[in-house]
Structures are given as C-alpha cells and as structure tokens.
C-alpha cells in the first residue's frame, strides 16, 4: 500500500502541531528560564529550551506522529504497567524501560483512578519515552462522563483536562477515556451534549498548544456511550479519534456478534469512510478476550480463554493495511501482548 509521508518538521524548528500562534511567538523568543524547564511561566506550551537532550526528545515526538505514515505496522503494548515490571526504578519509567526490554514499544499510562503526577516526573517519563523509543498513551481516569449533569461536569471535565495536559508534558500522543453513560437519555440528545462539552475541551487545548488526540474508546455495555457510531460521530470534531475495544465491540452487542472477519471488514470500511483511509494507518486498539453476558461486558479474560477471534481480526487488519498501536489489556497484560506482536509478525511476513 502506498501511502504519501506527512510533510516532516524540520529539525528543531517546527512547532507540535496544534500549537497555537501565540505558542510560535514566544517558541522563537528565547527565554533564559526555559532552558531546564518546559513550560513558559503562567502558559501550558511546549518549549524546546536550549538542551541537546530537549531537542533530541522533540525530534523523536515528530517522529511517533508521522512514521506510520511512512511504515504502516503496529507498536504493541500494553494499558498500564506490564504485570512483572520490576519494583526499581518502578512507576512509569520502569514499565519502559522494562516493555523496551521485552520487545514492546508502546505503553498507555494506566491513570485511571486519578491524575496524580508532578510535571517533573512527566519529564523523566517522557524522556525514557525518548529514550527507549516506547510510543505512550494515556488511559484517563475512569471517573469521566461527557454527559454527567451541570453540578458534575466540571469535576469530569478537570479529570479529562488533567489528563490531557499530564499525558502531554509526559510525551502521550493519545488520551483516552470513556464518554460516559446515556442515563436512559435519547440518544441524539446525549450526543448533542458530550459533542458540545469536547468541543470545548478541544479549543482550550489547542489555545495552550496542546495538539494531543483525544481517544473515546467503545464500550462493552450497551447503557454506556461509546457504541461504534458515537465515536465516529465524536470523532468528526478536529483532533478526536475512536479507541476501538473490540473486545468491548464483541461483548456490547450480548449476543456474540462482532466477532468475524465480515464484520471487522465493515468496521473499518465505515471507520475508513468517516475519518478518511489514512486514519486506517493511526489506529488505537485496546486488544484481550472477555467474557459477557445480555448486557455485554462482564470481565476481560487472556485470549486463550475466550471466543474471540482476534486471529481473524489481525487478518482483516492487514487487508485493510491498517497500522498504529494495539494495547493489550488481557488480566497477563505482557504475555498476551506478545502473543499479538509474534502473531502480527507472522502475518507481516
Ligand atoms: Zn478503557
């Protein structure tokens, strides 16, 4: 499949894209104190700063963002710590340094009952990132919902916001979270309201210059927002993309569908036809087996215990030339990972 490279920043010299004007301003304006910190004072933006180590972790971001493009395959992972990360250094750094070790190069930081990291420790994650070559996400907290009531919103929306200014400074491309649940709504209704709500997030993002994509995953049961429609139709707001769970796909419906190459391959014809072909080439994929039951989800199982036929989905994929990063989340979240990427390989063969 031939695919046109996006056009590359130039070393050093291009702005994150997203960045705002007001970002670029001050980006060409040096500043003493910038040279051992990230932030402008009083401004979430980016600043390269003057070190050789900052510029080498910039050239690298530009790289994660465009080499799909150029070389269409799958960064695997996992969503969270890789289980047998070992206690030192531990935390985010040593589950890099530890998923480079076995082979993996993505990671989706598991921030999922709150956002609690300082913007030093985002340095020293981003820049083992760098390091390493490990491509992050972040998964944001789970206690988020574009369609909570007006006394709620604004503890949801700090959860997301939080996330995504966090993610960012640690080098996360890519926040995801779950939309939230329907409340019994119509549902044209509750998308009116979760679309509106993101639409917000988006423009206070990009006016700090934050370009990071922000990721709706499909949800296992049906009561919740996220069935594959309401992502696409989030996503046709600029700088939001699914998450796609196809374990979460597979359980939702209750009755085992989901779970066969014909079905995969309409997916990804409507994902192509709503967010373009080359969207294809970015995809973001939360991967394990599970178990369900009418209302869908019930718990998510290591994929030899399961019925799903993720085989048969990587074959779809690579009909589709698809590529991005597939994160596992199978209860033996590295091995499991592996399993994929050894199967990936095979099939890339
Ligand atoms: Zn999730």
Not at 10 to 33: E, I, M, V
Not at 43 to 70: H, K, M, N, P
Not at 282 to 311: R, V
């Amino acid at each position: 499949m031939v695919k046109t490279p996006r056009k590359r920043a130039g070393p050093h010299s291009a702005l994150p894209p997203g960045s705002s004007p007001k970002c670029r301003q001050n980006w060409d304006t040096p500043l003493a104190d910038t040279a051992n910190g990230i932030i402008f004072p009083g401004q979430r933006c980016w600043a390269r700063g003057s070190s050789w180590r900052d510029a080498q972790v910039f050239d690298w971001l530009d790289e994660i963002r465009t080499e799909v493009y150029v070389n269409v395959s799958f960064r695997f992972g996992t969503v969270g710590s890789p289980l047998a990360t070992p206690k030192k250094p531990g935390g985010s750094v040593g589950a890099i340094v530890f998923s480079r070790s076995l082979g993996l190069d993505a990671l989706e930081l598991g921030w999922v009952q709150a956002v609690r990291v300082t913007e030093e420790t985002c340095l020293a994650i981003r820049e083992a990132a760098a390091a390493h070559n490990v491509a992050l996400s972040v998964h944001a907290p789970y206690f988020i919902n574009l369609n909570a009531d007006e006394d709620e919103w604004p503890r949801s929306r700090k959860r997301l916001m939080d996330a995504a200014h966090y993610g960012y400074l640690a080098g996360a491309t890519d926040i995801v979270f779950h939309p939230g649940s329907y409340f019994g709504q119509e549902r044209n209704q509750v998308l009116d309201r979760v679309m509106r709500r993101l639409e917000g997030c988006l423009e206070e993002l990009r006016q700090a210059g934050n370009p990071v994509s922000l990721r709706p995953e499909t949800m296992g049961k049906s009561a919740m927002v996220g069935s594959l429609e309401d992502v696409l139709e989030m996503s046709r707001l600029p700088g939001v993309q699914p998450c796609l769970d196809f374990a979460h796909l597979h359980a939702r419906t209750g009755n085992g569908a989901m779970n066969t190459e014909d079905e995969w391959a309409r997916l990804l014809e409507a994902y192509g036809k709503a967010l373009g072909s080359e969207a294809l080439t970015t995809l973001h994929i939360h991967l394990s087996g599970i178990e369900y039951g009418p209302k869908g989800e019930k718990n998510h199982l290591p994929l030899a215990e399961a019925d799903l036929n993720w085989k048969g989905l990587f074959r779809v994929l690579k009909a589709f030339g698809c590529g991005g990063r597939i994160l596992c989340e199978s209860p033996i979240l590295e091995e499991d990972a592996l399993v994929m990427k050894q199967e990936w390989e095979q099939l890339s063969r």
